[in-house]
Structures are given as C-alpha cells and as structure tokens.
C-alpha cells in the first residue's frame, strides 16, 4: 500500500486531497501547523470509516521539524511514495507596503516549504527509484495578481522548481508536477468580501468558483499516471486559457 503525505492537510484543499486518497487505499499522514482541531476531526472521521491515516504537527519550512515528519512517516507506514506539497498562506497587500519579514515569510511558507519537504523525501524515492511529487501552486502563479505580488512570486517559483525538477529526477522514475488551482471556495479567501468573489466568478467562462474537491481528482489522477512529469495543470474554469 503506498504511503503519501499531504502538508498543510487539515482543512480546505488539503483536507480534500487526504479525503480521496484515503478512500482510495493509501496509507496518509496529515501534516498541520496550527490546525490541530481540523487535523483531529479529519482523522477521526476517517479512521471511524477504516481508512488509514495519522496526523503530524510540524512547520514545513523547518528542516528539523520535517525531518521529525518524515522519521514518524516511515516508522509508522514505510517508505514515503507520494508528497503532496499543499501547505502556504496568502495575504493582500500593495507592493509599496510589502515589509521585509512579509516577503521572506511568504517566500519561506510557500517556497523554501517545497524545497525542504522535497529534498527529504527524496531520500525513499530514490533509493526505490521511484515516486510522486504534486506542488500545489496557484493560477497567480502564471498570471500574477495585484494586491499579491509575493504571493504570485513564491507560486511562480513553484512552478519553475517542478519544470526542473522534473528533468533531473525523469530517470529516477520520480515524476514531478504541479496544480495550479483558480479561485477555489476554500477558507484562504475568507477575507474576500461576496461582493468581490461575484466579479471573480463574472469573469470565469464557467460562471462558477471551483470546490477543493476538482483539485483532488486532479491529484489522484497525476498519482495514478505513469508518463505524466513536468507539467503546470491550471484548474479554473477557463479563467485562464
């Protein structure tokens, strides 16, 4: 049975992607930082219908701390097969007002987490010459947004890591891709107002925001492949073509 874990997998896109592959026969650990009750509750629900999975508090963008993630991981399942990297924060600021310490801790959640957590997994993957790797990065990425300047960086630097990586690990077997998810009902955009997420969805051809669970059918599918690497998939309702 093949072992994943899902940083940042307690709530929103998170939760959903742990949901599916847990239902879906694979061994999951839940990393969290700060949602501790969301982890809970997730585990519990899960291993009262019999799935497998475990919950791991750790900050993916500390080295010592993943390191702690991963030892729990192979104690507990074995060698790790699948790591999502799903974990990162937001926030909306003008460019002009964007502080040191809000530029490095974007740049550390969301970029420098993905380096860290790949970089240790990497250890089971290729000495099994094989593995998965999905970064969960976003449509700023690829268009850049106003208001989110570091945000859209950290995203963008996600996608050029995994266009990378996937070139240096293809003859390992490793296949790396990444998600690049469009506006997606989740908690990240609660301090948008309804107001504005109706223009949002004005603007999408498919005249609807995405649920967390598109994501995840997307991510059992790039699990399931077998020749598909190096690839930046945007789901958003045609909000970019």
């Given at each position: 049975?093949?072992?994943?874990?899902?940083?940042?997998?307690?709530?929103?896109?998170?939760?959903?992607?742990?949901?599916?592959?847990?239902?879906?026969?694979?061994?999951?650990?839940?990393?969290?930082?700060?949602?501790?009750?969301?982890?809970?509750?997730?585990?519990?629900?899960?291993?009262?219908?019999?799935?497998?999975?475990?919950?791991?508090?750790?900050?993916?963008?500390?080295?010592?701390?993943?390191?702690?993630?991963?030892?729990?991981?192979?104690?507990?399942?074995?060698?790790?097969?699948?790591?999502?990297n799903?974990?990162?924060?937001?926030?909306?600021?003008?460019?002009?007002?964007?502080?040191?310490?809000?530029?490095?801790?974007?740049?550390?959640?969301?970029?420098?987490?993905?380096?860290?957590?790949?970089?240790?997994?990497?250890?089971?993957?290729?000495?099994?010459?094989?593995?998965?790797?999905?970064?969960?990065?976003?449509?700023?990425?690829?268009?850049?947004?106003?208001?989110?300047?570091?945000?859209?960086?950290?995203?963008?630097a996600?996608?050029?890591?995994?266009?990378?990586?996937?070139?240096?690990?293809?003859?390992?077997?490793?296949?790396?891709?990444s998600?690049a998810?469009?506006?997606?009902?989740?908690?990240?955009?609660?301090?948008?107002?309804?107001?504005?997420?109706?223009?949002?969805?004005?603007?999408?051809?498919?005249?609807?925001?995405?649920?967390?669970?598109?994501?995840?059918?997307?991510?059992?599918?790039?699990?399931?492949?077998?020749?598909?690497?190096?690839?930046?998939?945007?789901?958003?309702?045609?909000w970019?073509?």
């Amino acid at each position: 049975m093949n072992t994943v874990i899902v940083t940042g997998g307690a709530k929103g896109i998170g939760s959903s992607i742990v949901r599916s592959l847990a239902k879906n026969g694979y061994n999951v650990v839940i990393n969290y930082k700060t949602s501790q009750d969301e982890a809970d509750r997730l585990k519990k629900e899960l291993i009262n219908e019999n799935y497998n999975v475990e919950i791991f508090k750790a900050d993916v963008s500390n080295r010592k701390e993943v390191q702690k993630l991963i030892e729990f991981t192979n104690k507990k399942y074995g060698d790790i097969d699948i790591l999502i990297n799903n974990a990162g924060i937001s926030q909306i600021k003008m460019f002009t007002d964007i502080t040191d310490y809000d530029w490095s801790n974007m740049l550390n959640n969301n970029l420098n987490s993905v380096f860290i957590m790949t970089q240790e997994v990497l250890k089971d993957m290729l000495k099994n010459k094989r593995g998965c790797i999905i970064n969960i990065s976003s449509i700023d990425g690829l268009t850049g947004a106003a208001l989110e300047v570091h945000y859209s960086a950290s995203k963008a630097a996600i996608d050029g890591l995994t266009k990378a990586l996937a070139k240096e690990l293809a003859l390992s077997n490793i296949r790396v891709n990444s998600i690049a998810p469009g506006a997606i009902d989740t908690s990240m955009n609660k301090n948008i107002s309804k107001e504005d997420m109706e223009v949002v969805r004005s603007e999408i051809p498919m005249n609807k925001i995405g649920k967390p669970e598109d994501i995840a059918k997307c991510v059992k599918w790039l699990v399931e492949d077998e020749y598909t690497t190096g690839q930046i998939i945007s789901i958003n309702g045609g909000w970019y073509i």
